[in-house]
């Protein structure tokens, strides 16, 4: 019963925006940490961004300045706001929380084309 949804996920041109969204189903996740996770063909997940229960954040360095995460507790909603993309940021991006078990979205795919 406890969902994790994404979406906003789609076709973009290099250079452009796109922001994700991760609506959470069944629990409150105000004292949980959440993640951004992506795949790209052919590579292992890995580890996109993250934000603490308190705020704090992590990204990694090649989406460091260029995304950012939030989260707002009273819509149970996570974002990711991408920017400046590119070519490498193609993948499924996946939705993620610890409360204290992993629970994972379904993922959205995100296409940038050059």
């Known amino acids: 019963q406890v969902q994790l949804v994404e979406s906003g996920g789609g076709s973009v041109q290099a250079g452009g925006s796109l922001k994700l969204s991760c609506a959470a189903h069944g629990y409150s996740f105000s004292r949980c940490g959440m993640y951004w996770f992506r795949q790209a063909p052919g590579k292992e997940r890995e580890l996109v961004s993250s934000?603490?229960?308190?705020?704090?954040?992590y990204y990694r360095d090649s989406v460091r300045g260029r995304f950012t995460i939030s989260r707002d507790n009273a819509k149970n909603t996570l974002y990711l706001q991408m920017n400046s993309l590119n070519s490498e940021d193609t993948a499924v991006y996946y939705c993620a929380a610890d409360c204290p078990y992993r629970y994972w979205g379904q993922g959205t795919q995100v296409t940038v084309s050059s």
């Open positions: 934000i603490s229960s308190a705020g704090s954040t």
